[in-house]
């Protein structure tokens, strides 16, 4: 074989494999990798062919996962060499060693780019893959002509151009703007007629990329990708090595009819026409075959071609076919296939949604229900979770039942899988494969409950059962739909007070019960087993077993009984209270006051039936379930095909949507179903606002009596209400808690809150609130959060609780360039955006546009350009006006495009320095100010500060230690060519800060520049950093205020100092 | 598109690797231990996808080695598996009736093989014989090279 050459490889390779253990294994890498690296060392005596030998074997080593630190020169260095061998040694290990964002690649960019623009046809294959393979950014920018060229040149062999094509594509995704797409619509279009079917196959990968980036330059290529598909599919002329088990290259007909599924339809009748026979003749003639290839082939098109059906809108008598044969899909036993069906399943599913087809789609799946569920036990986790999502999106009243319980049942149980690994062996997938499943329940018992017992039934028995897959979200839920129904209140208590007969009960099943029978056993009472002292005597039980935060729920609950002992028994007065007294001294602190105000509480008498009252109902929300299942799909969203693609789109504002709804439902308050029995508007405001006064204070013990009702800052609520404070949390993603608004605001409070889904907050909203435009409120202070970012070059620049606005700054020179970060807090859209930009006259500016509408919890991207003429303190406001619901909010913000910002810091030599210094003649060039209301700040921070504002501090210049010698470049179109007389090409300002060691307020500034319009402004721009240090700039860990501070007093007079200077 | 290939051998033992998208030296260790306790514990006669972090891996057991390619969601799983089939077949063709050793003291081989077929994670050809065809000519280049050398290194070399 080839490698004969090579024993030294081989020979290590068998030591390797030889070794008995790790141990030995690693002693054996490190002894090679010792002797490889002396002989790296003196690399003088190293034959080429020994090189080739090292670096392969220290890609086998890297291969076997130990980090190899070295070497990556030589292998690099390998790249130029001039033999075939040694290149191609080096092209493909650096590939596989080097990823695209090492510096090592930018050393031989020129080597590789040689390699491609010369004549050896071999080189060009090999730089092609290595770049095609690990290709960055900065190879995108200096190669993709080249590679362009390759492309299309007719002198080229295919081998070559494929490469090309596929190397192009790799340079796009890095770096879209290097395909000019005026000029490509025809290129593609003529690269499209290749006959060359490996070529044809690279090209159409390039074309699917650049298409899904830009449907409408691509128009012209739509029928030349009909013909591919009908030349394909009816294998005319096609060489015999491209088809796959007699398939016509499976590869390139799944690829083109990706590519055609970028294009929104196809107007053309003719091209339509041709491309639904083609379809049509795919739907029907591909058949189960005993060849696996073969199977697996022609599946692989049948399903492309089943996504392209569906996303073409076609005749319903087509779709019925699609359909059906999903139907088959579902049904059969080979698992690849029928994984795929119930995928494929749930994409029509939410397809038809769209396309108003939903009842024949739903029955025909709902036919295959059974099927779906046996899939649902099947022992393959993947089509499990599958048949789980399928399921889950098909789920409806009528069978919401069936679906349900055999959730439920799959959850409690599954015997083959327990008989094989027991539960503490169940690996992280089954774990979350499990917590799934409860969660879905959950959400289907509560969304599509025939009645409400049935929900608390379903829900006690998902706790009971499966506690450990039980998210606490689950429980808080059930209590929050108790609370709002009365009609469920009694039942569930009694429900509760059966569970706790158990022997062994979850300890979750422990929280809830004792919950609902604080709340709710006084409803029960007349039945047996259920007065005060049984109930209590029941949960009591409970209590050495369960852990902090449950006992903390059970103290509440027994308050709560005490406070329904009527008539007062003593005995069941004192045995409270001694547990009261026993947990005083418990460990937890949150435990001891509990018990400590409880007892407190509790010898007031009738006073606390006032502060122990029941809940008051919650408001309505979404349910956190649903949104839990959101995110969680955000999350495996995020990395997906979904937001490349969508990186990829051709606007400058990027919107990185993480929005999918979880089946197709838009997400409405899921509390449909709580009848709410009459109450006012002040009422329920005044329980948002108990509520909201909960979350924010917790630790607020105060009673609150409002217009004679009793509410309800209830201590004893305290705990229960934080948990509920979770599951009830402001929608926003990291929306803070809503701020406590004054008694005399409540209705305002209930309308123009956040929180408050318009549905709840009815007609009234649209009254209240367009008076108040800006009754949106900003989250921390502006001004801070613009200072702040004068020093930085990233941070928030707004916040209110709709949108977040972050900023991020790159200069180069007098060129700058932001990017605004809008993001939408909210789960519904924000509307009507408009950012304007209003520059001062000395800064251009651009900004990109910016959508009117950003998408629930979605972020947009929108660049501004900046450009700066000359120098100025004049600033740059950015004006935002967004729509929330009814709100109009609008805001002036300044960009922190400041003075600063066009600064560069540069060190020079002391000689340097004073001939600058010295060619200065003084004003107007040269300033002198005396500054007084200085922060006082240590010398170092100050010297801090002059980096944060882009300046360097140059140490040993002055050789008084109280000096600072600042030095940087002012960067601006004008004064760039104005100062070309000075030094480079741009204009130099010197400062000197002096400051008096006595006196820490109080300094000395001196600066010079050859504009005198950039000293003064600049000056000033300096002066309001030092008189009004920004929030920012200290540290904390040291103290600004040292009127003692630690310097030395000077022996060298400054201002002696600073008159040999001038 | 394909973000990296990963062949494993029964044991858990890494044979080959080739990552289409960035990933650092630390993320490959986490990604192959991760993909490894995913894969090697699956028994036969279950479908030959997994879902894991948001990407799809598709995989195929050869006899006591494991081919593994991550792809996105919504890609064509089917498809990549056919290009897993696809490469060993060429494999196949080149070793003659290819194993397990082959491929440990030919790593180097399997790295050239899979850049004929594989660029930036897409297809690149899926003709068999023009792979065949371009690798041999490289096998010839290589010693045509080394005739070339003369035999002094090549002496030097094989005594080292």
Not at chain 1, 798 to 803: F, L, M, Q, R, V
């Amino acid at each position: 074989m080839a490698l004969s050459g090579m024993r030294g490889l081989s020979v290590f390779i068998s030591d390797v494999r030889n070794c008995q253990n790790k141990e030995q294994e690693r002693l054996r890498v490190d002894k090679e990798l010792g002797n490889i690296r002396t002989r790296f060392k003196n690399e003088k005596g190293l034959s080429h062919y020994e090189k080739k030998k090292y670096v392969w074997k220290i890609l086998y080593v890297h291969m076997l996962g130990y980090d190899v630190d070295f070497g990556h020169t030589e292998t690099v260095s390998l790249i130029s060499a001039p033999k075939y061998p040694e290149k191609q040694v080096g092209y493909i290990v650096t590939s596989c060693l080097l990823n695209e964002n090492h510096d090592f690649l930018r050393i031989v960019i020129n080597t590789v780019r040689n390699d491609i623009i010369g004549r050896n046809e071999t080189f060009q294959c090999l730089a092609l893959t290595m770049v095609g393979n690990i290709g960055g950014k900065e190879f995108s920018e200096s190669l993709a002509p080249d590679v362009q060229k390759l492309l299309v040149s007719s002198s080229c062999r295919p081998l070559v151009r494929k490469k090309a094509a596929l190397c192009l594509l790799r340079l796009y995704r890095k770096n879209p703007d290097v395909v000019n797409i005026d000029g490509w619509s025809d290129r593609m279009s003529q690269l499209l007629d290749e006959r060359d079917l490996g070529v044809l196959t690279a090209v159409m990968s390039l074309f699917v990329a650049l298409v899904s980036n830009n449907i409408e330059a691509y128009w012209n290529c739509l029928p030349k990708c009909v013909k591919i598909l009908e030349r394909l599919a009816r294998n005319q002329d096609i060489p015999p090595e491209y088809t796959y088990y007699g398939i016509p290259s499976p590869w390139l007909q799944v690829k083109t009819m990706r590519a055609l599924q970028y294009f929104p339809t196809i107007e053309d009748p003719n091209t339509r026409r041709a491309l639904f026979e083609v379809l049509q003749r795919i739907l029907m003639g591909t058949d189960v075959v005993k060849n696996v290839n073969k199977n697996n082939a022609a599946h692989a098109v049948l399903f492309e071609a089943l996504a392209l059906v569906m996303h073409l809108d076609a005749e319903k008598e087509m779709m019925s076919q699609c359909v059906a044969l999903l139907g088959k899909f579902i049904a059969v036993r080979e698992p690849n296939i029928r994984y795929l069906g119930l995928y494929c399943g749930n994409c029509l599913e939410e397809n038809m949604t769209r396309m108003l087809l939903v009842s024949d789609v739903q029955d025909i799946i709902k036919r295959h229900q059974s099927q779906i569920i046996t899939s649902l036990k099947d022992p393959d986790i993947s089509i499990r979770r599958r048949a789980l999502d399928l399921l889950y999106g098909m789920c409806d009243v009528t069978n919401a039942k069936d679906i349900v319980e055999e959730l439920l049942q799959e959850v409690i149980c599954d015997p083959h899988k327990l008989s094989t690994i027991s539960l503490q062996y169940l690996n992280t997938a089954e774990f979350a494969m499990r917590e799934e499943l409860a969660l879905k329940a959950a959400i289907l018992a509560e969304k599509f409950a025939p009645d409400l017992s049935w929900y608390v039934d379903v829900i006690l028995q998902l706790i009971d059962k499966a506690g450990d897959f039980v998210s606490d979200d689950i429980w808080y839920r059930v209590v929050q739909f108790v609370t709002n129904n009365e009609d469920l209140q009694p039942y569930a208590a009694a429900k509760a007070r059966e569970y706790l007969e158990k022997p062994a009960l979850h300890e979750t099943m422990v929280k809830v019960s004792a919950y609902l029978l604080g709340e709710y056993s006084h409803l029960l009472a007349q039945r047996p087993g259920c007065s005060p002292k049984e109930i209590f005597t029941i949960i009591s039980e409970k209590l050495p077993t369960v852990t902090t935060s449950t006992i903390a729920i059970l103290l509440s609950t027994f308050a709560k009984i005490l406070m329904h002992n009527h008539p007062s028994d003593p005995q069941l007065q004192e045995q409270i209270w001694s547990i009261f007294r026993k947990y005083e001294s418990y460990i937890d602190v949150e435990i001891q006051q509990r018990s400590v105000e409880y007892f407190a509480l509790s010898r007031k008498g009738t006073a606390l039936m006032d502060v122990l009252a029941e809940m008051p109902k919650f408001p309505e929300r979404q349910s956190a379930l649903i949104k839990k299942t959101e995110d969680a799909e955000v999350d495996t969203a995020e990395q997906s095909a979904i937001r490349i693609r969508s990186l990829q789109q051709t606007s400058n504002a990027l919107v990185v949507t993480d929005q999918r709804p979880a089946n197709g439902s838009v997400p409405v308050s899921q509390l449909a179903l709580v009848r709410m029995p009459s109450q006012n508007m002040e009422a329920s405001s005044t329980h948002d606002q108990a509520t909201s006064q909960d979350q924010i204070n917790p630790q607020d013990r105060e009673f609150s009596h409002q217009n004679g009702s009793v509410t309800a800052v209830v201590p004893q609520e305290v705990h229960p209400a934080d948990l509920l404070g979770d599951l009830l949390g402001p929608l926003a993603i990291e929306g803070p808690p809503a701020p406590a608004v004054p008694a005399e605001h409540k209705d305002q409070n209930l309308l123009s809150t956040p929180e408050a889904t318009p549905d709840a907050a009815g007609p009234l909203a649209l009254a209240t609130v367009d008076d108040q435009p800006n009754s949106v409120q900003p989250i921390a202070n502006i001004a801070e959060r613009f200072n702040a970012l004068c020093l930085k070059d990233s941070g928030v620049l707004y916040e209110d609780s709709h949108i977040q606005i972050g900023i991020k700054a790159e200069w180069r020179s007098h060129h700058g360039r932001f990017v605004l970060f809008l993001g939408n807090k909210n789960t519904s859209p924000l509307v009507s955006v408009q950012a304007v930009i209003l520059p001062p006259t000395h800064l251009k500016m651009e900004l990109s546009l910016v959508p009117e509408t950003i998408p629930p919890r979605a972020q947009v991207q929108c660049p501004l350009e900046v450009v700066n003429l000359r120098a100025s303190r004049d600033l740059a406001v950015l004006d935002l006006s967004y729509k929330f619901g009814t709100a109009v909010v609008n805001v002036k913000l300044r960009i922190p495009a400041v003075l600063n910002k066009f600064l560069q810091p540069l060190s020079i030599s002391a000689e340097e320095f004073f001939l600058q210094w010295k060619s200065l003649s003084g004003p107007p060039l040269k300033l002198q100010e005396v500054l007084r209301g200085v922060k006082p700040l240590p010398l170092s921070e100050l010297a801090n500060l002059f980096t944060s504002l882009r300046m360097a501090v140059i140490p040993g210049i002055d050789t008084n230690p109280n000096n600072l010698i600042i030095c940087a470049t002012f960067h601006s179109e004008s004064t760039r060519a104005m100062l070309c007389l000075v030094s480079i090409n741009l204009c130099s300002s010197d400062i000197r800060v002096e400051t008096d060691p006595t006196d820490r307020t109080q300094l000395r500034i001196t600066l010079g520049s050859g504009d005198p319009i950039l000293t003064f402004e600049l000056k000033e721009c300096i002066k309001e950093h030092l008189v009004s240090i920004p929030m920012q700039a200290p540290t904390p860990g040291i103290s600004p205020i040292q009127p003692q501070s630690p310097v030395t007093p000077a022996y060298n007079d400054p201002g002696a100092m600073l008159a040999g200077l001038l | 598109m394909i973000h990296f290939v990963i062949l494993l051998s029964r044991q858990g033992k890494v044979r080959l690797t080739k990552w289409y998208s960035p990933y650092q030296q630390k993320e490959r260790a986490t990604v192959i231990r991760e993909l490894s306790g995913l894969i090697l514990s699956r028994g036969p006669k279950l479908c030959n996808f997994v879902e894991w972090k948001g990407y799809k891996v598709v995989y195929r057991r050869y006899a006591s080695l494991y081919f593994c390619m991550c792809i996105d969601q919504d890609d064509n799983e089917l498809e990549i598996l056919e290009i897993i089939h696809h490469f060993v077949e060429i494999l196949d063709r080149y070793f003659g009736s290819v194993c397990e050793l082959d491929l440990i003291f030919n790593f180097h081989k399997a790295y050239y093989i899979l850049d004929e077929i594989l660029i930036a994670g897409e297809l690149q050809e899926s003709s068999k014989k023009t792979v065949a065809r371009l690798i041999a000519a490289q096998d010839t280049m290589v010693e045509t090279a080394k005739e070339e050398a003369g035999s002094i290194s090549n002496m030097i070399s094989q005594a080292m």
